[in-house]
């Protein structure tokens, strides 16, 4: 790009600073993130200038931290969901909030996050709200999921959800989980009656006519708060579909 500026007659200095993006989006040459800075460029354009990504793939560069609250889709309803392809790459990021808020027809694949997991109402270590088809391959969460006082929180995905008033039925919403691990912790800082009691391994809510497949995956969390896993794999509603294949739950540290 070619940028132009009027020249003063005095003497002075410009700084200018540039956040560029590797690759083309292509499969063959996608987006790389490798820092937090280009992540928190990457959010921006996700929740601000309402790029999906749809059709466009996305692949970590590194290993690094997100300290601050840069989800992606961050806003009410879907109309700034992510909607690409997500290659973690076998790279780990370290988050203090799920790295996606709302998902629309994605894929996020080789993936291991860690750090920690809660929201107002529904969560899931990696993905809080989906709509359409999400494909989870190959990702591993060791996150400590805090659910609160919501009975909407999963290991891996909070909420398959159709609209921005979150009604969850009924729907055509489906999620694969498949080669995932989640061995991070699942519990609740909600001491009194309103303490969550009804919260998943994979998937918090499924809702009415959901589809949940789980392939070769494992559900071993290192502790689960005392009756708040009340769903082994995910919670689905009535006419709902959960499909599990060569998939385990090692129960541990759950009194």
């Not at 309803?77 to 799920?98: E, I, Q, R, W």
């Not at 699942?186 to 789980?214: K, M």
């Not at 559900?219 to 769903?231: D, E, M, Q, Y």
Request: proline share 3%.
């Amino acid at each position: 790009n070619t940028y132009m500026f009027p020249m003063p007659r005095t003497n002075f200095s410009v700084t200018v600073n540039f956040t560029t993006q590797q690759g083309d989006g292509s499969e063959e040459n996608p987006y790389v993130i490798s820092t937090a800075d280009e992540w928190e460029a990457f959010a921006k354009n996700v929740n601000d200038n309402h790029k999906s990504y749809e059709g466009e793939y996305v692949m970590l560069g590194g290993d690094f931290e997100v300290s601050t609250f840069q989800c992606l889709g961050n806003n009410i309803g879907f109309s700034n969901a992510f909607k690409g392809t997500f290659d973690g790459n076998g790279h780990t990021l370290t988050c203090v909030y799920p790295p996606f808020t709302r998902v629309m027809d994605a894929t996020i694949k080789n993936l291991h996050v860690i750090g920690n997991a809660t929201g107002s109402w529904t969560s899931g270590s990696i993905v809080a709200l989906s709509k359409g088809t999400l494909n989870l391959i190959n990702c591993r969460s060791s996150v400590n999921v805090d659910c609160g006082n919501s009975q909407s929180y999963g290991g891996l995905v909070g909420t398959m959800s159709t609209d921005a008033t979150y009604v969850v039925s009924p729907n055509a919403n489906s999620v694969t989980i498949e080669g995932c691990v989640f061995d991070g912790s699942i519990t609740s800082t909600v001491e009194n009656e309103y303490r969550a009691t009804d919260c998943s391994g994979f998937v918090g809510d499924a809702g009415e006519g959901g589809t949940v497949v789980i392939r070769n995956s494992l559900l071993k969390p290192a502790s689960v708060g005392t009756g708040i896993l009340s769903n082994t794999f995910a919670k689905m509603g009535n006419n709902g579909t959960l499909t599990i294949e060569n998939s385990y739950f090692v129960a541990r540290g759950q009194p």
